[in-house]
């Protein structure tokens, strides 16, 4: 069973940098495409960054790129999202999910098959 726990939300201040961590158990992330969403009180789930292990691409949703990075530590089996320069319309509940690569076809919500529990994070201005 595939398990995965986002963790390292928090309250910042605007300007901050946070990292989240996204710690897999029972599998390890070879062969997935590894994602973060997020998601706003009253909004849409919306894809934030996206990385495929095969190749090592990345996406980001434009609101976020020159800010945010997506990376990997296979030795911990960990995937990170090092955020930087927050700003308060990035306040959301972040999740971490996974794709088989064979079924990775874009960073969408609708792509990935299994999620973690998502982490807090909340920035003010």
């Known amino acids: 069973e595939v398990q995965l726990q986002a963790s390292g939300g928090g309250l910042v201040q605007a300007g901050a940098s946070l990292r989240l961590s996204c710690s897999a158990s029972r599998f390890t992330f070879d062969d997935y495409a590894i994602g973060w969403f997020r998601q706003a009180p009253g909004k849409e789930r919306e894809s934030v960054s996206c990385?495929?292990?095969?190749?090592?691409?990345?996406y980001y949703a434009d609101s976020v790129k020159g800010r945010f990075t997506i990376s990997t530590n296979n030795a911990k089996n960990t995937v990170y999202l090092q955020m930087n320069s927050l700003k308060p319309e990035d306040t959301a509940v972040y999740f971490c999910?996974?794709?088989?690569?064979?079924?990775?076809?874009?960073?969408?919500?609708?792509?990935?098959?299994?999620w973690g529990q998502g982490t807090l994070v909340t920035v003010s201005s």
């Open positions: 999910a996974v794709v088989v690569e064979g079924d990775y076809n874009a960073c969408s919500a609708w792509d990935f098959a299994y």
């Open positions: 990385i495929s292990t095969t190749n090592l691409s990345t």
